[in-house]
């Protein structure tokens, strides 16, 4: 049987503090425009790591990125993949109303910087891999 995907502890915090480390920049980078906007990118920054955070850790509590055949069958591993990222999109969802609508955030600065934190955890992921 293949080897699914192994990813280290170590590697998944260097992904981690690396996209945080850039929701920082770039949340003081809209700062500059007004305080509103670095709120409005750190709280789209936010969107997308902390789901992405969730998911990692329950992903490695469970097993989903280290394929054993003693422990787990294909399809629960496949279940459990689909379920932690359905629980990931459903957080987003809910981040972006809370963001959006209660918060009242610009819809610019919160956009840019969580596609840009998508970009580079999937860049990450590659590079991280080879």
């Known amino acids: 049987m293949p080897h699914i995907l192994f990813i280290s502890m170590k590697s998944i915090l260097k992904l981690l503090f690396i996209q945080l480390f ?25 969107a997308a790591w902390l789901p992405t955070m969730v998911f990692i850790f329950v992903s490695q509590h469970l097993n989903i990125f280290v394929f054993n055949q003693t422990k787990m069958h294909k399809k629960l591993i496949a279940w459990n993949f689909v379920l932690g990222e359905l629980i990931k999109i459903f957080m987003m969802v809910i981040f972006f109303i809370v963001a959006l609508v209660v918060f009242k955030a610009f819809f610019l600065p919160l956009i840019i910087t969580w596609l840009l934190i998508m970009i580079l955890q999937i860049i990450l992921l590659i590079v991280i891999h080879k």
């Open 22 to 46: 850039l929701i920082g920049i770039i949340s003081t980078f809209f700062s500059l425009k007004s305080i509103s906007w670095g709120l409005s990118a750190l709280a789209g920054g936010v």
